[in-house]
């Protein structure tokens, strides 16, 4: 596994440690990770931070030329919010662990010009799956229904 | 004006008492204000904490239905970033204080489902421009650009 879907897929297992929804992001400039972050509903109790939420907060107040070389990694397809984060900030490049358990408007995002690259990648899979299974209800208030 | 563009506005003005972009926003679910919010990058140097989002957390842990029957109100009209947040969590109404000095995503919300209204108030509009005239690096910064 690529080194970047690693690390955010450390985050994603540190939420799962911390009692919350097994989602992480970083964020990639110059090869270099200059944020990250994992879904904090739980631990917070905050309904915008998800991951890629959480990750770009954490990157802090970057400038346009920043972002626009940017590459926003996730564990999890995002979502309307932060598909609409990456389009806001003009993130270029997203790179998708998986969207076989959830799937965001992908298709959009391209259209909006973003490169986006879905892996599929088992161990992200499975770490979703199985949070899915044994929390449907925590699971369904995430992606609002 | 509307009471509850009102309370959105109230929100912008405190935005900028406290040195912050003006801009505010009220969530209100059968006729209550039940969060409240505003932009909030200079005071917590956060990227993520516009106005709508700002509210959106402050309402708390909602359940899926009760955003159902929400409106949310916005002094400008949401950004790409809050408009998926609207569409993350299926709130069939926005009402907008004025979309001159900014527009977002607002057909593509509709296409979505979304009832978006768009007042252009006076109030709202000057308070938002003579902000932008004095502080055009700042506004930039918010809108990704």
Request: negative net charge; hydrophobic residues 35%.
């Amino acid at each position: 596994m690529n080194e970047f879907m690693r690390a955010a897929l450390d985050e994603a297992k540190k939420g799962l440690r911390e009692g919350g929804i097994p989602i992480g992001s970083v964020l990639v400039v110059d090869g270099v990770i200059v944020g990250r972050g994992h879904n904090r509903r739980v631990q917070q109790g905050s309904t915008i931070k998800h991951a890629e939420m959480d990750c770009l907060e954490s990157a802090g107040r970057l400038r346009a030329a920043t972002y626009r070389k940017s590459t926003l990694y996730s564990t999890l397809s995002p979502c309307d919010m932060c598909s609409g984060a990456v389009l806001l900030y003009g993130i270029p490049k997203v790179v998708i662990g998986e969207n076989m358990n959830f799937k965001g408007p992908e298709e959009y995002v391209r259209d909006r010009g973003v490169d986006v690259t879905v892996l599929n990648d088992q161990e992200c899979i499975e770490l979703m799956s199985d949070f899915i299974e044994k929390n449907p209800g925590l699971w369904n208030e995430d992606i609002g229904q």
